[in-house]
């Protein structure tokens, strides 16, 4: 599962509302004690008929479940089955359904079976039933918006521009309300599903499409199998007219389900996949898995993406038109997370949702690992630290073990601390054993546990026996404690005694972690390593060197997950270790040193390096640094910013480069502001318009007015939408309406509500205002439930009420104060 963002996710998750979303009350920590679930009876097979009604939203299913007793013999079995009508409950013996008792609560159906069955004695229950999903009652998570199971998308065909589609959502315990089964992580089966559906759509499910057969009422009947035992929350079933875009791998049927406008680029934006399935069989030395891997993207979809087997779901945010794909494809890292999942919860599955972090930690690394592999260590190394710096920009979730057998919901699990914690705690672990070590134990781990379920303790002792090193101090603290070092680090030299000395203080609250660290000490490039422990909460460490050092260099593979603070880093130590140490993060960390020492000419030099430096995001981080607020770094840097504004290969860095060169206002600079305008990024199109909006406000509306006479996304659609809110005028309501009620969950949306808010305020017609207000209060109402504590306050407590004291000042002596005030009932009336 890839959390919601507004890419997803996240994507992953943006890290305003993804750092928000996981501030919950402690006391949720101290709820109750979570189990792993208890195995009375196991499944063996589920065979599924179903029918779907689009008028009603319903589904008409009957489902043959084969079970056996998992250990003690057995004389009923419970089955969960949310909201359902249960029309009949049989035992299916030499193909005889015999009717049986049992009673139903709404949540699960409790049989009583024919006889007491022993252990390895299987028996077959058969049950008729109607799922209901609009029907039940809502809820959802931070990385689910909704749990309702089964979605039936513009199901009647009235909402413009939105295809009609059916898709499942199982992830945590939601398969349940559309299919009757034992709704648990620690439960695998095989399947069959019979899918009866009109002649027009496509299907897809988990496994190989066996077999398509016409009916004569215009349906046709597809018969999906999966041969391999897989748990129930990763059943799939998806319907709707999609494209089919074929690929493959090793023999292995690979393919896209897209929108039929999206065809055309559907290689471009999942073309890697079977490059990613070659990179992640030799990580793990496991063979894909499973019959075929297919990939189907959802209108309206309650999460990220979804790792159902063999059929994994993402959403909309996933189909990019060409010219955003010239900005760089931001689905290709939940592109990987989800295919790595078919090795880590899907192949082995966590024994529990207290164990999540054996799914979601691993997916979430392999964000990291594909970016190194396909575009080098800077790109692996950036994605771990935004990463980190989510999970850091919670404090909250700092005091949430990995982990967790106590927790208020299940779905409170999917946090930054399952994933992007636990991301880089495998990191670091990664680390400590080496690359070698580390992936031979994955693979003894998953060839363990192949097909079955596992948690924590075994991955732990996978990985020590393949290691030979004693892992319990490091799970002990990162699996199964809480937080993070803070470190306090401070460097010194002594001529006299030709010694360095890094003393090193442990500030936060809880005791002293145990951390191996690299600290290294270079005279000019020459780099002596030296392998410490910190495992006190103050420590000294001294080290003879023959002369003052260029640089001493703490976690010099910068690969701790902590907050730190250095002291004693001087102008020559941050050049130095720029082009000396000269990964990512030191090169990262060398901006942010510098930039604070921008009255130096010796610090702006380096800044203009960095503005060519190899990586595209730290050009950018360069950008967004420099102060060009002081004139002699204004004077210094202009040359450069123009050819990084005009030619950098890099079209977001281009975009980043126009945005601060519209500071300058020089013809030449506006001539290309103005040229870029319809350049065929949109990223590079949008930040020229932004510039020129601030160069020339008319000019830029007018250019506002022409681009949106096409279709255009991405960041030109968001420009031409803050112009036009800017401007207010009536006539571009619409536009910016549809373009807002359209954008996914995530910081864009929340930044936008704020333009909405501004031509609220600005708008006269009524009807106008309360379309704007009416945009608002669906973002208010309809966020899930985790960021409703944010998202509901912001819009109304903040949102809502200025409108209202704005339209009440307008109001004082104005000649339309009667339609205002029934602007400002109509608002009350939306405030809670």
């Not at 290691?467 to 799970?475: C, E, H, I, K, V």
């Not at 080290?543 to 703490?554: E, K």
């Not at 123009?642 to 519209?662: Q, T």
Request: aromatic content about 12%; some cysteine; glycine content about 6%.
């Amino acid at each position: 599962m890839k959390k919601l963002s507004g890419l997803f996710l996240i994507a992953l998750f943006p890290l305003f509302l993804f750092a928000q979303a996981g501030t919950e009350n402690t006391d949720s920590l101290l709820s109750v004690y979570r189990a792993v679930p208890e195995k009375i009876n196991d499944l063996v097979h589920t065979k599924l008929e179903a029918r779907f009604d689009f008028e009603k939203s319903y589904m008409y299913g009957k489902v043959w479940i084969t079970l056996q007793p998992h250990f003690y013999s057995v004389d009923s079995v419970v089955l969960d089955a949310k909201g359902m009508e249960i029309k009949a409950v049989g035992l299916v013996k030499r193909n005889v359904t015999t009717p049986l008792k049992y009673r139903y609560n709404g949540q699960q159906i409790n049989i009583r079976l024919d006889k007491k069955y022993n252990r390895g004695e299987q028996y077959k229950i058969y049950v008729d039933y109607i799922s209901k999903p609009d029907e039940l009652a809502k809820g959802g998570s931070a990385a689910i918006k909704e749990d309702k199971g089964l979605y039936f998308i513009n199901p009647l065909g009235t909402e413009k521009n939105k295809p009609t589609q059916i898709w499942t959502q199982g992830e945590t315990e939601s398969n349940s309300v559309w299919i009757p089964t034992i709704d648990k992580t620690n439960q695998k089966c095989t399947q069959e599903f019979f899918l009866v559906v009109p002649s027009k759509y496509v299907t897809l499910s988990n496994g190989k499409l066996m077999q398509q057969q016409k009916n004569a009422d215009g349906t046709r009947t597809d018969y999906w199998k999966m041969d391999l035992p897989h748990s129930p929350y990763l059943f799939f079933i998806g319907i709707g007219d999609y494209a089919i875009v074929k690929d493959s791998y090793k023999g292995t049927e690979v393919s896209y389900y897209v929108e039929k406008e999206y065809a055309g680029v559907a290689r471009k934006i999942f073309g890697n996949t079977p490059e990613m399935m070659s990179f992640f069989e030799k990580i793990t030395g496991i063979p894909f898995p499973w019959q075929k891997y297919a990939q189907m993207v959802a209108r309206d979809y309650v999460s990220g993406a979804m790792e159902n087997t063999t059929a994994t779901l993402h959403q909309e945010s996933a189909q990019q038109d060409s010219r955003e794909l010239l900005d760089g494809n931001s689905w290709e890292t939940t592109i990987a997370h989800e295919l790595f999942h078919h090795w880590f919860g899907d192949y082995v599955t966590a024994k529990s949702w207290s164990n999540l972090t054996v799914n979601e930690s691993f997916a979430n690394l392999s964000q990291q690992l594909w970016e190194e592999y396909k575009y080098g260590k800077d790109a692996g190394d950036a994605e771990s630290y935004e990463n980190m710096q989510q999970y850091l920009g919670s404090p909250e979730d700092a005091k949430k073990p990995l982990v967790r057998f106590y927790y208020k919901d299940r779905e409170d699990m999917f946090d930054l601390v399952s994933y992007q914690k636990g991301g880089r705690i495998l990191n670091m672990l990664r680390n400590y054993l080496g690359d070698d070590a580390f992936y031979k134990g994955l693979n003894l781990y998953l060839t363990t546990y192949k097909f079955s379920n596992a948690e924590a303790h075994q991955l732990r002792l996978a990985l020590e026996e393949v290691s030979g090193r004693d892992l319990n101090w490091f799970f002990n603290q990162w699996y199964f404690g809480s937080g993070h070092p803070k470190l306090d680090i401070r460097y010194g030299y002594d001529s006299v005694a030709k010694t360095v000395s890094v003393a090193v203080t442990q500030t936060q609250a809880e005791k002293a972690f145990i951390l191996p660290v690299a600290i290294d000490i270079y005279h000019g490039k020459k780099k002596i390593r030296h392998q410490v422990w910190v495992d006190k909460k103050e420590q000294n460490f001294v080290f003879a060197v023959n002369s003052q050092p260029d640089l001493v260099n703490f976690d010099g593979d910068k690969i701790l997950l902590c907050e730190k603070k250095e002291t004693g880093k001087t102008l020559a130590n941050f050049i130095h270790q720029y082009s000396a140490a000269g990964s990512y993060l030191d090169r990262r960390e060398a901006i942010t040193g510098l930039a604070q020492m921008q009255d130096s000419a010796a610090a702006v030099d380096l800044l203009k390096t960095a503005l060519r430096d190899p990586y595209q995001g730290l050009r950018i981080y360069a950008l967004e640094s420099v102060d060009l607020k002081k004139e002699a770094v204004k004077q210094a840097l202009e040359s450069t910013i123009f050819i990084v504004a005009k030619g950098d290969p890099a079209p977001k860095v281009r975009a980043e480069a126009l945005m601060v060169l519209s500071i300058y206002d020089k013809p030449i600079y506006r001539e290309l502001i103005e040229r870029s305008v319809n350049d065929s990024s949109y990223s590079v199109a949008g930040a020229a318009l932004h510039a020129l909006n601030d160069m020339d406000n008319t000019m830029a509306y007018t250019e506002a007015k022409r681009l949106s006479a096409t279709k255009v996304k991405g960041k030109l659609a968001e420009a031409i939408c803050n112009i036009f809110a800017v401007n207010s005028k009536e006539e571009d309501l619409d536009y910016v309406l549809d373009w807002y009620n359209d954008l996914p969950l995530g910081q864009a949306k929340v930044e936008s509500a704020n333009a909405i808010t501004h031509y609220a305020i600005q708008l006269t017609r009524t009807e106008s205002v309360k379309k704007a207000v009416d945009a608002l209060v669906a973002f208010r109402d309809d966020t899930p439930p985790a960021y409703q504590k944010y998202i509901f306050p912001f819009v109304n407590n903040i949102l809502l009420p200025a409108i209202v004291n704005q339209k009440t000042i307008s109001k004082n002596g104005a000649e339309d104060s009667a339609a205002l005030q029934e602007q400002i009932d109509y608002i009350n009336t939306k405030i809670k």
